[in-house]
Every structure is written in structure tokens, then in C-alpha cells.
Nanobody
Framework: QVQLVESGGGLAQAGDSARLSCAVS????????MGWFRQAPGKEREFVAT????????LYADSVKGRFTISRDNPKNTVYLQMNSLKPDDTAVYYC??????????????????WGQGTQVTVSS
């Protein structure tokens, strides 16, 4: 059974930093590209960042470029999202997802096969 479990969400103030983690089990993690997405209330789920299977390629949404960093630890089957200079607009439920096309860096949700349940990040001004 494939599981993606996000953690690290919570309350933050504008300007703070936070790190999300996503622990993956039940699949060959090193073969998958991994992505982070987010969904704010009343909005569609949107792409945040993605990383290829062996940490060669990354892609970021313009809204987070320069502030967020995606990384992965293949031996630990975990992907991370380091979020710096948080803004109230970053408030959302954050989801990690697995894309079986390991060298693909794509922000299209349809490319991702497995999804976590999400972790809430709330940033106050």
C-alpha cells in the first residue's frame, strides 16, 4: 500500500520559515519524481515545486521561486519543502505527490499518481 504522509505544517507569522516533510512508503521512491502542491480555501489546487528522481532537476512556481526549496533524501524515502519568507498568501493545505516519470519536472496535477492527505500551513500577517 502506497502512503505519502506530510508533516511540518502549522501556524506561522509572515517572514517566518518552516519545513514540510513527506515520508513515502510502498513504492520505489528513488524512481519517482516528487512534487508539492497547495490548495487554499475556495481555490484550485496549484503547483508549488517538483524535483526529479535523483535531485538533478527542480521546477518552482513563480510565486515561490527564491523563497521555497524542494529537496529529497532517497535513502530516507522523504521529500522536503523548505519555506522561507512566508507570506499570508502561502496559507493553504500542502500536498506532496509522486510522479512515476522520474525525470519529469511537471506542474500538472494529472502527471502525479499518488497523493498525500495534506498538511495545513497558516501564515498570519
Amino acid at each position: 500500500q502506497v502512503q505519502l504522509v506530510e508533516s511540518g505544517g502549522g501556524l506561522a507569522q509572515a517572514g517566518d520559515s518552516a519545513r514540510l516533510s513527506c515520508a513515502v512508503s510502498g513504492l520505489d521512491f528513488s524512481r519517482y519524481a516528487m512534487g508539492w502542491f497547495r490548495q487554499a480555501p475556495g481555490k484550485e489546487r496549484e503547483f508549488v515545486a517538483t524535483i526529479s528522481r535523483i535531485d538533478i532537476l527542480t521546477l518552482y512556481a513563480d510565486s515561490v521561486k527564491g523563497r521555497f526549496t524542494i529537496s529529497r533524501d532517497n535513502p530516507k524515502n522523504t521529500v522536503y519543502l523548505q519555506m522561507n519568507s512566508l507570506k499570508p498568501d502561502d496559507t493553504a493545505v500542502y500536498y506532496c505527490a509522486a510522479n512515476p516519470r522520474g525525470f519529469e519536472t511537471d506542474g500538472d496535477t494529472r502527471r502525479y499518481e499518488f497523493w498525500g492527505q495534506g498538511t495545513q500551513v497558516t501564515v498570519s500577517s
